[in-house]
């Protein structure tokens, strides 16, 4: 019923930048809120930085001033840029949204298929 598929991770060195991008398609009425998460070998999935429809952004700690999200609610995306990298950001980048369907009651939540960002020492 919906994808989310992101795009825009790779290897880069310590002090790159990245820009990932996430397009959500399918049977959408709208979509609450989209965010990224991540998860690095042997640790569990966190969150990086949500917005909401209306553009309000939430992140993680520590990564308030390198990262920066930002969404185009007429096309379903969401990106996020990120700057100053260092190799604990070595991770598995996923997408979510939280969206209504159409004819559909409720809400519900929706995950990419991840992309990998891989940052070298």
């Known amino acids: 019923q919906v994808q989310l598929v992101e795009s825009g991770g790779g290897l880069v060195q310590a002090g790159g930048s990245l820009r990932l991008s996430c397009v959500a398609s399918?049977?959408?009425?709208?979509?609450?809120?989209m965010g990224w998460y991540r998860q690095a070998p042997g640790k569990q999935r966190e969150l990086v930085a949500v917005v909401t429809s209306g553009g309000s952004t939430t992140y993680a700690d520590s990564l308030k001033g390198r990262f920066t999200i930002s969404r185009d609610n007429a096309k379903n995306t969401v990106m996020l840029q990120m700057n100053s990298l260092i190799p604990e950001d070595t991770a598995v980048y996923y997408c979510?949204?939280?969206?209504?369907?159409?004819?559909?009651?409720?809400?519900?939540?929706?995950w990419g298929q991840g992309t990998q960002v891989t940052v070298s020492s």
């Open positions: 399918g049977n959408i009425f709208s979509i609450n809120a």
């Open positions: 979510n949204a939280d969206l209504q369907l159409i004819n559909v009651l409720g809400r519900y939540r929706y």
